[in-house]
C-alpha cells in the first residue's frame, strides 16, 4: 500500500482571499446533485438518490496562486432551517436549480433568491461590510420533451437588473451549457475563469504537488502558465466553529484556512 500526502492547506498557506465555497440550492429531485457530479467529475448518474448533503473540496493551481473551492451539495428538504442558514451565511457564490417542468421549484428558488440576499444583508450589517452574492439560476432538464411550467418573462423578471446575478437553461444529463453556466459564476465571483470544468488540467491527488510553487521547476509535464484542478478525495463538511471561523476570515478579509484536514490516498 503506498500512501502519498497530500499538503495541507496550512502548509499550502492559502488566503482567505483565495478560499470560496460554492452553495447548491433547490428543491428535490431538480437535478442539484447531477450539476455537482458533471462538474467535478464530467459523468452523470441515471439513477436517482436523494441527497442529504454532500460537501466536496478542490484545489486549484492557477498563473502561479493556489485556490480552494468548497461544493456545498445541498438537501432539498432543508429539514434544518438553522443549517440552512449557516450555509448561506458561508457561501461565497450560490447556484440556485429549478426543473423547467415543475413550477413548484422555481418559485422555490425564488424564495431561496431572497433568503439569500436578506441573509447577506444581515451580514453586511453586523460587519459594515459591502457583499455582493454572485449567484446563477439554472433552469435544469431542458433536453426533455415537456409541458414547459415557467416562462421566459417569469425568469426574466427574477433576474431583473441584479448585476451579479444571470440565468442559464442546462441540461445536466446531456451535459448542455454547464460549462457556459460554470464560466459565467466564476466571472461574476470575478475568480479565475480557469476553474471551469473545461479549462484546467485534472490531475490526481498523486500529483498533488504540483500545488508548489517550486514542483513547477524542472518538470516538463508542468509547465508555468497551465492550470491544474485537484479533488480531495476524503474532504469532509467543516464543523460549525469551522464554519463561523470560516465567516469570521472572509469579512475581515485576513487569516488563513483554520481547517486543517489532509488528503490521504492508498
Known amino acids: 500500500m503506498i500512501k502519498k500526502m497530500c499538503p495541507s492547506e496550512q502548509e499550502l498557506n492559502i488566503p482567505a482571499k483565495n478560499c470560496y465555497r460554492m452553495v447548491v440550492l433547490g428543491s428535490s429531485k431538480v437535478g442539484k446533485t447531477s450539476i455537482v457530479t458533471r462538474f467535478l467529475s464530467g459523468r452523470f448518474e441515471e439513477q436517482y438518490t436523494p441527497t442529504v448533503e454532500n460537501f466536496h473540496r478542490k484545489f486549484y493551481s492557477i498563473r502561479g496562486e493556489v ?17 440552512r442558514r449557516l450555509s448561506i451565511l458561508t457561501g461565497d457564490v450560490f447556484i440556485l436549480v429549478f426543473s423547467l417542468d415543475n413550477r413548484d421549484s422555481f418559485e422555490e428558488v425564488q424564495r431561496l433568491k431572497k433568503q439569500i440576499t436578506e441573509t447577506k444583508s444581515c451580514l453586511k450589517s453586523k460587519t459594515k461590510e459591502s457583499f455582493e452574492v454572485p449567484l446563477v439560476i439554472c433552469g435544469n432538464k431542458a433536453d426533455r420533451d415537456f409541458y414547459r411550467e415557467v416562462q421566459p418573462n417569469e425568469i426574466e423578471q427574477l433576474v431583473g437588473e441584479d448585476d451579479n ?10 451535459n448542455t451549457q454547464l460549462n457556459e453556466m460554470f464560466q459565467g459564476l466564476f466571472t461574476l465571483a470575478k475568480l479565475p475563469s480557469e476553474m471551469s470544468p473545461n479549462l484546467h488540467r485534472k490531475v490526481s491527488i498523486q500529483y498533488c504537488e504540483i500545488l508548489h510553487k517550486k514542483s513547477f521547476k ?4 508542468k509547465e508555468d502558465g497551465d492550470s491544474y484542478g485537484i479533488l480531495a478525495p476524503f474532504a469532509r463538511r467543516p464543523s460549525i466553529h469551522s464554519d463561523l471561523m470560516y465567516i469570521r476570515a472572509k469579512a475581515t478579509g485576513g487569516g488563513q484556512s483554520k481547517d486543517k484536514e489532509r488528503c490521504v490516498i492508498s
Open 67 to 83: 485556490y480552494q473551492l468548497d461544493i456545498l451539495d445541498t438537501s432539498g428538504n432543508h429539514p434544518f432551517p438553522a443549517m
Open 165 to 174: 446575478c444571470c440565468y442559464f437553461e442546462v441540461s445536466a444529463k446531456k
Open 218 to 221: 524542472g518538470k516538463k509535464l
